[in-house]
Structures are given as C-alpha cells and as structure tokens.
C-alpha cells in the first residue's frame, strides 16, 4: 500500500501478489501525490544524498544541467536501492535552467520571492530525469525538458503569489506549483505536465506495468 510522506490516509492500490514493492527514493510531496493518484502502489524513503554537493562538484566540472538532473536522479535511487534489494527504486530530479543560471528550491520566502523577480519575463528551462534501479542496478531511465515563459509579473502580483502561498512557494524548484495557483505565472508552456510537476509519470507508468505493479 502506498505511504503518503505527510501522514494522511492513502488512497488504496493493489498489485498482483508476485509485483515487485516500489519505492519512491525521493521526499517530494509532488511526486509522491502523481504516484498516489496514478493508482501506483509504493513506500516513500527519501535519500540521503547532499544535493548541493554534488551540484557544485558538477558545477565546477562545467556540467550540462541535464548531466546534473541524471545523476542526482541515479545516485537517490542507488542509494535506497542497495538496502531494499528485491524493490524498484524510483529516483527522480528536475533542474531549473534559465540562460544558464541553475535555480534550487528557495530556501525560504525571501529567496522564492527573489527567484520569481528573477524569472519574470523570461523563459527557463526545466529538466526532469527519472531512474529506476533494482538490486542495485539501473534497469531504465527517462529525461524530459520543458520550455516556460513567465509572464512579467508586477511586484504587487509576487507579494500577493508569496503571501497566498506561503511555506508552498518553498516546496518546488521555481517557487511555482503549476497544478495550483503556480498556473497564473506563465503565459505559456511547452512539454509534458507531468514532467514539469517534477516526475516523467506516462513513461514510468509503462514500465511499472511491464513489470506487473499496475495492470496492463
């Protein structure tokens, strides 16, 4: 039975008895509620690996933000993978790219304020890879880029999107949750929904039915 990561009642899934348990290697709410709502059975242990360590040795190597989203994504599952052995392992990473500047998710208010004065009227880049591993071993990845324009927001607009959002504007790289009131930042997209909302979910859904977790 799938665990949601901030203690409410899941919504029930089953899986034939000889599927694989599958583990989300990641505490992002926003992937783990994609999974939920997919039907997809699965645990949440997030990893433990040093993200802004591991982006900053690649920085200094000049890696290309998709070689940072792939290898965060590969080391999240790796690691979970190696202690739960029969499970799929899912590890998954989105990078934000605007002109070659890479954005985190903000700290607190005051950087995802900043992060929105800094992204209004331009278009980024998003980055999301995915990586299944089982007994240690990678079985498949997937990478998906998205292009977004931000419209030019007015201050009045940032303190009103900060204030409705609070703590939320610091959940999601960008300060943006594009299911919700994220929507009224952009004046257009393109690429998978999905994948923007952090986790690359038709692809994956293919190769969880393939090993029998959802019905095919």
Not at 61 to 87: F, H
Not at 153 to 167: C, H, N, P, Q, T
């Amino acid at each position: 039975m799938a665990q949601a990561i901030d203690g409410t009642p899941p919504m029930k899934a089953s899986k034939p008895p000889s599927a694989p348990p599958v583990i989300l290697a990641s505490a992002s709410k926003s992937r783990a509620q994609l999974l939920l709502a997919a039907g997809v059975p699965h645990q949440v242990v997030p990893a433990n690996v040093n993200e802004d360590e591991v982006k900053h040795s690649l920085a200094r190597e000049g890696a290309p933000p998709l070689t940072v989203a792939q290898t965060l994504a590969e080391l999240k599952a790796q690691q979970i993978s190696l202690r739960n052995r029969d499970a799929l392992v899912i590890g998954a990473d989105q990078v934000l790219d605007c002109d070659g500047q890479l954005f985190d998710k903000p700290a607190d208010l005051d950087h995802a304020r900043a992060h929105l004065i800094a992204l209004r009227g331009r278009r980024h880049t998003l980055v999301a890879s995915v990586n299944v591993m089982r007994d240690g071993r990678e079985i498949w990845r997937h990478n998906e880029q998205a292009h977004l324009d931000m419209r030019q927001l007015s201050d009045a607009f940032v303190e009103w999107y900060i204030d409705r959002m609070g703590d939320q504007a610091c959940e999601s790289v960008g300060a943006y949750k594009l299911e919700g009131l994220g929507a009224q930042l952009f004046s257009n997209l393109e690429g998978d929904f999905f994948s923007i909302l952090g986790l690359p979910l038709l692809p994956l859904l293919g190769v969880l039915r393939n090993h029998g977790v959802v019905p095919s």
